[in-house]
């Protein structure tokens, strides 16, 4: 079965860290770059992170440059999103993609919320 | 990184055509034929629905279809049904490996 499964939200404190998790199964991870979105709570989406299927190439929206660090690992076929400096406009429902084709995304995960909040 | 214009909600009834039209610059969609539309049902992830301005990937119904001219990008909704009714977001590539996303659109069936 082809999907992307993430992990890791939760509720964090301004400032703080939080490291999510998206494990794909069914296809050829390492063959695809991944993209991180997000979508604050009644809000559009909005785009976060693409990295390379090699991991090689990472790039970021403005809004999180210098704060947020897209990786992945593709010998357990996981891609990360780490979190840092966090603030309250981050707070969002984030979501794993598979880029295909084009920069379109095929397959995306189910979600994990992030809240931050004091 | 402006987000593309869409308009906030369009609606019709069941069997007729609903058109949402989504406007950027010539950096993203007027720049590249690398343009994509989304369904999203509340509470459920977005569902590819269009990509490359105009195809269709496997599964998805003919109703469903897209163009663009110049700066603004199109999806039109042939035969609209009930299970239509959901979010609509398009997606450019912006360059520099980079996405915008539209405003979104709620469809509504009446």
């Known amino acids: 079965q082809v999907q992307l499964v993430e992990s890791g939200g939760g509720v964090v404190q301004p400032g703080g860290s939080l490291r999510l998790s998206c494990t794909a199964s069914?296809?050829?991870?390492?063959?695809?770059?991944t993209h991180w979105v997000r979508q604050a709570p009644g809000k559009g989406l909005e785009w976060v992170a693409f990295?390379?299927?090699?991991?090689?190439?990472?790039y970021y929206a403005d809004y999180v440059k210098g704060r947020f660090t897209i990786s992945r690992d593709n010998s357990k076929n996981t891609l990360y999103l780490q979190m840092d400096s966090l603030r309250v406009e981050d707070t969002a429902v984030y979501y794993c993609?598979?880029?295909?084709?084009?920069?379109?995304?095929?397959?995306w995960g189910q979600g994990t919320m992030v809240t931050v909040s004091s | 990184q402006s987000a593309l214009t869409q308009p906030r909600s369009v609606s019709g009834s069941p069997g007729q055509s609903v058109t949402i039209s989504c406007t950027g610059t010539?950096?993203?969609?007027?720049?590249?034929?690398?343009v994509s539309w989304y369904q999203q049902h509340p509470g459920k992830a977005p569902k590819l629905m269009i990509y490359?301005?105009?195809k269709r990937p496997s599964g998805v119904p003919d109703r469903f279809s897209g163009s663009k001219s110049g700066n603004t990008a199109s999806l039109t909704i042939s035969g609209l049904q009930a299970e239509d009714e959901a979010d609509y977001y398009c997606c450019s590539y912006a360059g520099s490996y980079t996405l915008v996303f539209g405003t979104g659109t709620k469809v509504t069936v009446l």
């Open positions: 990295i390379r299927y090699d991991g090689n190439n990472k």
């Open positions: 069914g296809f050829s991870f390492n063959s695809y770059g």
């Open positions: 010539s950096s993203d969609v007027g720049g590249y034929n690398c």
């Open positions: 993609a598979k880029d295909w084709p084009n920069w379109a995304s095929d397959i």
């Open positions: 490359d301005v105009s």
